[in-house]
Each structure stands twice: as C-alpha cells, then as structure tokens.
C-alpha cells in the first residue's frame, strides 16, 4: 500500500472547506469509462495507490520553502509535512544512534515515493542498515524507474554497498534489491492470510534476527482491522522472529467523532478514500491500546501532531520555520494537527545481546496525555 497515503496536513486543508478541492492534486473520485467497469476492490485499490500521487505537492512545497532538506523528493515528487517528518525522523535517529555500530533493519510498509533511506544514507553512507520497502507492484516499478532515470539516487544506493555490482534490479522492473536497500512488489493482504499457512512471500535480504523497525505512516488505516492487525503478527511472529527486538512507528489520522473530524472523514470519502480502522483505533488510548495487544509490551506512546510541534520542535528550529512562510489561519492548522498522530511501540528481545535496543533508544520521549483521559504512564 502507498504510504503517507491521506492527504496530509497541508493537502488536506481545502478538502475540509466545502466544496473545497485538495491542493496540488486533482481529486480522485473522479472515474473514466474504463475504470467504471472495473470490480469494486481494483477500485478501491486505484484510489489507495494513486493518493501517493495527490499528496506529492505539499511535500515539494515544503521543501522549496525550506522548511524540509530533501535534495532527494523531486525525482518521486515526495510526500510529507514539516512536523510529520520531523517526528518520525526524531524517533528512527535515537533508534539507529543507540548501538550506532550494531546492523539494524527498517522495514517500511506502503513506502509509496518516500525517501527517508537516501536521506539516511546521504548524511551517513556507513550506516549498518538494512532498508525493506513494501508496496504495490505498481507503485514499487514507478519508484524503481525514478531511481534508473536519476543517477544520484543510484550513486546514494552504490555508496552504501561494498559492491556496486551487489544492487540488482528485476527484468519486470518492479523490485530491487541489494544488501542495503530493497524494494518490494507486494500487496499487504497476502500478509494477512492464514497464520498456520506455511508460505510466506520471498524478501530477499530480510534478517529476522537484528533489531528492526516497522513504519507505517498511513497505510496499515486502508485495510480493515482484522487484516492489518494480521499483518502485524505475520511481521512480528512469523517474519521476524517472536526473540526479536521489534518496534513499530505509526502515523495515523484520529479523533473522528467530533465536528471537525466528521468533516475530515466524510470529504474523504467523497473522494473515494475510506479509512477503515480509524473507528477501531481512534484515540491515542486506542492507538497505544493497540500496539500492546499486537505484542509491543515493551512501552507504548503517541503524540498527535500539534503536541509534536509544540513539545519535540526545538524553539530556535519553530523561530527558523516561522520565517519561511506566513501561517494564516493558525487556528484551523493546530485543529488539523490534532487529528494526526505518532504512536509508538515495541518489544525488547528474549536474551538478546540488543534485547533492549528500543527501551533505551525512546528513553524520554515525552508521550501526550490521552483522549480518554488514561495518563501515558
């Protein structure tokens, strides 16, 4: 599934006016002949890969801006928000700093054009990582073509490997793979089969015994609860295995229930996009209440974006922001972020050497008190 797939938090400002239309993107409901004819489910799965597409604009403009350093974006005309990437960056910087020298994986779900491995690499091309990008065949060979026609993604993937000759590109063109970057043609819901089943899809070049990190920002919301929960437990049980140190960063939409967010649901479902675990997993009690019952025992925490700004945002960094650009219409910006969220889990590892890799990594990152009146803990 295509990542940071919701209109974020720039796209989504005209959606919530009425009659509003996204910036930067054309809205999607908007169906040829052709794609009338076709079953409901392609349908749907249309309109989840092309919101990669619809949400591109505002990370451009933030980095055109200034706001975000992505020297990277514009050959995939990236995604993102300034405090969204700033807090999911936050979080993956402590966990790959703490042990820096030990090999960690990342495995990000839905990766859409994201960027985050070669702005990882570019700032420290030693890094002992090893990067999994799941998505759409038809996203991952868009993404696989940019990385062809562009020679400085190439040179930032060849930097990493102690042989260039180690990077292999399939002769469908839709997956890549080397010893430190890989891209993926998958559909998540084989993910959430049987759990007895005893196939699994081949990931070349996925450890299931080094500290890993799932990143789902705005993917697992599109699949009904029942499979993204399965999903979760064929990465964490059966993928990687159950001694594994583990931990999951989600970016998620939240808090549907009041005037706002049923503005916010029903513009997107206007335009084809239904988010299906946003009733299950509403809150920020909810989201953490989640992460403890998919096996993230460890700790659990979540933040929603205006909390973020407010609280992770160094103030020299928000004067420096400030002057980029005239915020107008501040009010109606912090309700927005307040309808987004960070949540984070994990789990330590049974007698690992790493066993406690992300207890220590997120050591006082300050969690926001919950919706539902739970103290974070």
Same mark, same amino acid.
């Given at each position: 599934m295509s990542a940071q797939q919701i209109p974020?938090?720039?796209t989504l400002k005209g959606a919530l006016r009425p009659g509003g239309r996204v910036r930067g993107?054309?809205?999607?409901?908007?169906?040829?002949?052709?794609?009338?004819?076709?079953?409901?489910?392609?349908? @749907?799965? @249309?309109?989840?890969?092309?919101?990669? %597409?619809?949400?591109?604009?505002?990370?451009?403009?933030?980095?055109?801006? %200034?706001?975000?350093?992505?020297?990277?974006?514009?050959?995939?005309i990236q995604v993102g928000t300034y405090v969204r990437s700033s807090a999911i960056d936050l979080l993956i910087g402590k966990f790959l700093a703490t042990d820096a020298n030990k090999p960690k994986q990342i495995i990000s779900l839905g990766a859409g054009s994201d960027t985050r491995f070669f702005r990882l690499v570019s700032q420290s091309p030693s890094l002992p990582i090893v990067y999994h990008e799941l998505d759409f065949p038809i996203n991952t060979a868009q993404k696989v073509a940019a990385i062809?026609?562009?020679?400085?993604l190439l040179s930032t993937i060849q930097s990493s490997l102690s042989q260039p000759e180690d990077l292999k590109i399939s002769s469908s063109g839709d997956s890549l793979t080397s010893p430190t970057y890989n891209i993926h043609p998958l559909d998540?819901?084989?993910?959430?089969?049987?759990?007895?089943?005893? @196939?699994?899809?081949?990931?070349?070049?996925?450890s299931s015994s080094i500290p890993t990190l799932l990143l789902s920002e705005c993917c697992l919301i599109y699949l009904s609860p029942t499979h993204a929960d399965n999903i979760l437990q064929t990465l964490t049980q059966r993928i990687i295995a159950p001694s594994t140190p583990v931990s999951l960063i989600l970016y998620e939409p939240i808090r549907p229930h009041d005037s706002f967010g049923k503005v916010m649901i029903a513009n997107l479902a206007a335009r084809g996009i239904h988010l299906q675990t946003l009733q299950k997993y509403s809150s920020l009690f909810r989201q953490k209440t989640r992460l403890k019952n998919a096996g993230f025992v460890g700790g659990q925490g979540a933040a929603d974006i205006d909390f973020c700004w407010e609280r992770w945002i160094p103030d020299d960094e928000k004067e420096r922001v400030a002057g980029l650009e005239m915020l107008d219409e501040v009010e109606e910006w912090r309700l927005l972020a307040q309808h987004y969220c960070v949540a984070w889990g994990w789990?330590?590892?049974? %007698?690992?050497?790493?066993?406690?890799?992300?207890?220590?990594?997120?050591?006082?990152?300050?969690?926001?008190?919950?919706?539902?009146?739970?103290?974070? %803990?």
């Open positions: 974020n938090l720039n993107g054309r809205l999607r409901d908007q169906t040829t002949s052709h794609e009338a004819g076709e079953d409901g489910e392609a349908r @749907k799965d @249309k309109v989840v890969q092309q919101t990669d %597409g619809d949400a591109s604009m505002s990370r451009m403009s933030a980095v055109d801006l %200034g706001y975000l350093e992505d020297p990277f974006a514009r050959p995939f062809r026609r562009t020679p400085r998540l819901r084989v993910l959430a089969g049987d759990q007895s089943a005893p @196939k699994l899809p081949e990931l070349p070049n996925l789990r330590n590892g049974e %007698g690992s050497q790493d066993e406690d890799v992300f207890s220590r990594a997120w050591a006082g990152m300050e969690s926001q008190r919950n919706d539902e009146g739970e103290d974070d %803990g």
